[in-house]
Nanobody
Framework: QVQLVESGGGLAQAGGSLRLSCAASGSIISIGVVRWYRQAPGRQREFLALITNGGTTNYADSVKGRFTISRDNAKNTVFLQMNSLKPEDTGMYYC?????????????WGQGTQVTVSS
């Protein structure tokens, strides 16, 4: 019933920006921590950022100062603003959200959105 859908990926030039969205829908009671990850071909999935339901954020060193995670609780949506993009930011970007749906509370994954940064 619960779905997470990422959007906003695409092609950007080095130094450019993209804004990703992760929208949750379904029989949601509440959304806790939401995380963003990325995975490049041949690489392990990498943690990027998280945001708690209270708005506390944490970032991986590789994106700190360039990426900003935020959320709109009324719209059940989390964003990842990506600035100063580098070619090494290329990969599939996924959101992961801890969601309460009676009687469960567990993590959900979206299907991902591709980000490609050209040099």
């Amino acid at each position: 019933q619960v779905q997470l859908v990422e959007s906003g990926g695409g092609l950007a030039q080095a130094g450019g920006s993209l804004r990703l969205s992760c929208a949750a829908s379904g029989s949601i009671i509440s959304i806790g921590v939401v995380r963003w990850y990325r995975q490049a071909p041949g690489r392990q999935r990498e943690f990027l950022a998280l945001i708690t339901n209270g708005g506390t954020t944490n970032y991986a060193d590789s994106v700190k100062g360039r990426f900003t995670i935020s959320r709109d609780n009324a719209k059940n949506t989390v964003f990842l603003q990506m600035n100063s993009l580098k070619p090494e930011d290329t990969g599939m970007y996924y959101c992961n959200a801890d969601i309460s749906t009676y009687p469960e509370y567990r993590g959900y994954w979206g299907q991902g959105t591709q980000v490609t940064v050209s040099s």
